[in-house]
């Protein structure tokens, strides 16, 4: 069975701190992909990144950075120095060779003034 | 510029009824997919379509139809035998291993 989990349902931080989302996927397939969205308040799903599961080197663009461990099945985000554009809700995502697309619940990402 | 049309972005019916939920792609993908988000669910995988006159049941599809006559185009159905429509409804389409998502139907049923 595969299955996304994203433990953290909504985190606070104040501006210009840095945030890490967790997102641990499970699937028995040894070639799958690892995506994640944000989806602001208007909601449509912006795509952040996608990863592929023979890949594992870490990630930066810009602010954003991903630490992909095969070894926990982990897939994290973090946002450095964060700006309150980044509230929104984000969601860690997993598809395999069936072409489905599931996604974690999502965590609800609050960056106070 | 290609990408996803999903139509109208809010609709409201009366239950009971069914209503047709329009999604439309100039992206030339083959694979299309329905989704359901309900607050604090995420999103879930309603019907999707790998191929023009072929589609499957995806992990809710109780209460949905869904064609697909045409490659740019996949309608879903929300049928009175859906016992709760009222939902936030994305449509999104595969070329390799990009998805790309439209914006969105509201649906109110009231």
């Known amino acids: 069975a595969q299955k996304v989990t994203q433990a953290q349902t909504e985190i606070s931080v104040v501006e210009k701190e840095d945030v890490t989302l967790d997102c641990v996927y499970e699937?028995?397939?040894?070639?799958?992909?690892l995506f994640w969205y944000k989806q602001p308040p208007s909601g449509e799903l912006v795509f952040l990144i996608r990863?592929?599961?023979?890949?594992?080197q870490n990630e930066i663009s810009g602010r954003y950075s991903w630490n992909f461990q095969k070894s926990t099945s982990s897939f994290n985000f973090t946002i450095t120095a964060s700006q309150v554009v980044d509230s929104a809700v984000y969601f860690c995502a997993l598809s395999n060779r069936d072409d489905k697309i599931i996604f974690g619940k999502g965590t609800r990402l609050h960056i106070l003034p | 510029d290609g990408g996803i049309t999903q139509s109208p972005k809010y609709l409201f019916r009366k239950e009971g009824q069914n209503v047709t939920l329009s999604c439309e792609q100039n992206l030339n993908h083959d694979a299309m997919y329905w989704y359901r988000q309900d607050p604090g669910q995420g999103l879930r995988l309603i019907y999707y379509?790998?191929?023009?006159?072929?589609?499957q049941k995806g992990d809710i599809a109780e209460g949905y139809s869904v064609s697909r006559e045409k490659k740019e185009s996949f309608p879903l159905t929300v049928t009175s035998a859906q016992k709760n429509p009222t939902a936030f409804y994305l449509c999104?389409?595969?070329?390799?291993?990009?998805?790309?998502f439209g914006s969105g139907t509201r649906l109110t049923v009231v």
């Open positions: 699937t028995r397939d040894t070639t799958y992909y």
């Open positions: 990863r592929n599961s023979f890949d594992e």
């Open positions: 379509s790998q191929i023009v006159n072929d589609f």
């Open positions: 999104a389409s595969r070329g390799g291993r990009s998805y790309t």
